[in-house]
Structure formats: C-alpha cells, structure tokens
C-alpha cells in the first residue's frame, strides 16, 4: 500500500496530482472563459507570466485564460461588439483572480528587498507606501470575478492603441483625467471608457484599464479556484489526450516495448503536443517511463527544457521519479488514470521508494548514499559561479 503520510519532499510530489485532480475537470457554476464569449479577445494574462510588478508568475495563475462571471462575461461582449464597429479588439490583461493570487501579491509588497519591477512599474512609489496608497489590498473585487483589466488593440494591425501608460503602472499618469498624458491618449481611453460603461462597467478612477460590473452576481464572494484549463479539458481533449496515451501504451506493451503506461502533454492552449509510452525494455533504460519520455519529447518538440503551463496526462499515477521529473519541467497539473493500488495489483510496486524517502534515505538496503572528493567537486561550482559572472 501507499503511505501518504510523510516528508515535506514526499507531501510536495502528491501535491502536484492531487491539485489536479481537485481542480481539473470544472469551472465552478456561473463563470465561463473570455474567449468562449467574446471570440474576437486577445489575452495577454500577465500574471500568468513574468510581465508584471512582482517580475514572476503569480500564484493561482495555471494557464494564460480568462475567467469571468457569466453576467460579466455577457456584458463584455456587449462592450467588445460596440468597439469592433469602430475597428477596435480587446486585450485583456486580468479578470477572474484567484485569493491567493492577491495573496501572493500582499506577500510581495512586504518584501522590501525585492524591488526587481520597480523601474517598470513604480518608479516614483516608495515600495513600502504601496498599501498605504492603496496600489495593493488584502482584497481584490477581481477575486468576486466579475472585474477585468483590458485594453484595446486595432483589428488591422493587431497593434495596441497607445493610452499614455502601461498596464499596471503605479503612479498618477495611470488616472482617469490625468494631464499626464496628450489629448490623443485621453481619447483613447474614453473609447474604451465609453464603450465599456455602455456595456454596464464602472470605471475605476485610478487605473484606466480596470472596469468593474455594475450589479456584480456575487458581491461578498472571495473565490480561489485556480486560473486554468481544468474545464476546457474536460471535453474532447481531455478524452483524446487520455485515449492517445492509452492506444500508445497499447501499442507498444504488445511489442514488448515496456509496460502497460502511456502520457500526453499538452499546451496551456489544450493542443496536444505529444505522446509517449514506456519503453523500459526496448530501450534497456530503466528510467524510459511514459511520463520521463513524454516530457523529454515536448521538450525537443517545444525547444525548451521548461513546460510551464503544460499538463500531463498518464494513464497511470507517477512513480516518484516521474513526479520529480514532472516538478522539475515546471508541469503543474497531472491528470492520472489507474491508482497506484491498480499498478500494485498486476506487480508494479513504487512504495519502498517512498518509504525509503521518508524513512529519510537511510535504508542501505535500498540505497546507500555517501559522500566523497567534495573539495575537487566544488571547484566546478566555483567555476560555474565564475561564469555565471560573465555571461549575466
Ligand atoms: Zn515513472
């Protein structure tokens, strides 16, 4: 049997399946994505990536979508047709926001040492004023899902219209009736203004990107559903990326190839990127699990060794070493077919691997572990440190 109680190492790898499992296959009652909405809006998430004012991916923020209540949803069509007439797309940049997002951001603001963003995004702010003025709160009407930070870009060029400053920029310039900006700029802004309150949005007079929902569905709701893909998935490519990892594995156990598992990447958009099977026994590689062999392909495939926003789909629930292997690749969902106890009952056994984790690496009859020429091995570092230097 498996043993869940354990390590903090252990307790990190179940979380990157059990996050997903909680989370993958809805979108809770009444929110709905952007872009099923409103088709023509481009999304440029930026706390999906490392765009922003904390200079990293912000916690919640599994994929680059766009979340919104239903009702807001709706009236942001309403805003989205109004502007197409007058040859405008929208560019949202936030909508739905988890809690713990706003968390993140509130841990953040309290570390003063870390003002990596500042020359981007507040420049003139004493970082350590930000709550104080109000940039950053312990609540977000974000969170309630029915606000959205958004911009327009020009239908023919694809082009962003120029609003005099950039999104999330901290500072007066960023205010409604600001004299900051050129007359252009301002008319920039209440096309959006405009549009946008006729659709049913209040303005925010700080921030000329962000509009809230008058009569918002859920006012005294703080929600903290994560940002992803969960309930894309949950229809045809879900089934097609389970269905191809499942006919691969088919394929290749029948071959002698390895063992009966399977894995699909696929994208943050939902594609699948590819497929991969055991090969163990073909390749006289031990560590060749489907898992291990879909991310090393994605890799080639994607030409990069990081797929972040990138889920994993196996047929069966990773070994420890395929766990490791996918925390490293940055993968943050795993949807898994067959439990362990499944893999367990046809002879595939993962436990002493986890009970010699946790027993702290100690079983010599596992593995013994020692250590050995430490100061010739730190003259490596020492280099790498050196040229660390030198190329950054
Ligand atoms: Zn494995």
């Given at each position: 049997m498996f043993k869940r109680k354990a390590g903090v190492l252990w307790v990190l790898?179940?979380?990157?399946?059990?996050?997903?499992?909680?989370?993958?296959f809805?979108?809770?009652e009444g929110f709905v994505y952007v872009t099923d909405v409103v088709e023509t809006a481009q999304l440029e998430i930026r706390y999906y990536g490392d765009n922003n004012f904390v200079g990293a991916p912000v916690d919640g923020y599994e994929a680059p979508v766009a979340i919104l209540t239903e009702e807001a949803a709706a009236a942001l069509k309403v805003a989205a047709d109004i502007l197409d007439e007058q040859g405008y797309y929208i560019k949202v940049f936030d909508a739905y926001r988890p809690q713990r997002a706003v968390d993140h951001?509130?841990?953040w603001a309290a570390d003063l040492e870390d003002q990596k963003m500042k020359g981007i995004f507040y420049p003139q702010v004493d970082k350590s004023r930000l709550f104080e003025l109000g940039y950053i709160a312990e609540k977000s009407g974000h969170t309630r899902g029915s606000v959205v930070d958004l911009t327009l870009v020009y239908k023919d060029t694809g082009e962003e219209v120029d609003m005099g400053s950039g999104f999330d920029f901290f500072g007066e310039i960023s205010h409604h009736g600001t004299?900051?900006?050129?007359?252009?700029?301002?008319?920039?802004?209440?096309?959006?203004?405009?549009?946008?309150?006729?659709?049913g949005f209040a303005p925010y007079p700080e921030e000329w990107w962000h509009y809230s929902l008058v009569g918002e569905p859920y006012p005294d709701t703080y929600f903290d559903f994560p940002v992803d893909i969960g309930a894309k998935h949950g229809g045809t490519a879900m089934d097609e990326a389970m269905a191809r990892a499942i006919e691969q594995a088919?394929?290749?156990m029948r071959q002698d190839i390895g063992g009966p598992f399977g894995a699909a990447v696929i994208d943050g958009e939902g594609n699948i990127v590819c497929v991969a099977s055991n090969s163990v026994l073909r390749d006289h590689d031990p560590t060749a699990?489907?898992?291990?062999?879909?991310i090393r392909l994605a890799g080639q495939i994607l030409g990069t060794h990081d797929l972040t926003g990138c889920w994993i789909y196996t047929t069966a629930y990773p070994c420890p070493m395929c766990l490791s292997a996918i925390i490293w690749a940055n993968v943050?969902?795993?949807?898994?077919?067959?439990?362990?106890?499944?893999?367990?009952?046809?002879?595939?056994?993962?436990a002493f691997i986890y009970r010699f984790i946790e027993g702290g690496q100690q079983d010599t009859s596992v593995l013994a572990i020692s250590e050995y020429g430490r100061e010739q091995c730190l003259t490596l570092f020492e280099e790498y440190a050196e040229l660390q230097k030198t190329i950054y």
């Open positions: 790898l179940v979380l990157a399946c059990v996050t997903a499992q909680a989370s993958a809805t979108l809770p951001f509130v841990r004299d900051l900006i050129t007359p252009e700029q301002a008319a920039n802004r209440s096309i959006l203004r405009d549009a946008m309150v006729a659709a088919r394929t290749t699990h489907a898992e291990i062999n879909a943050k969902q795993v949807v898994y077919g067959c439990r362990p106890e499944d893999a367990e009952e046809i002879g595939f056994r993962d």
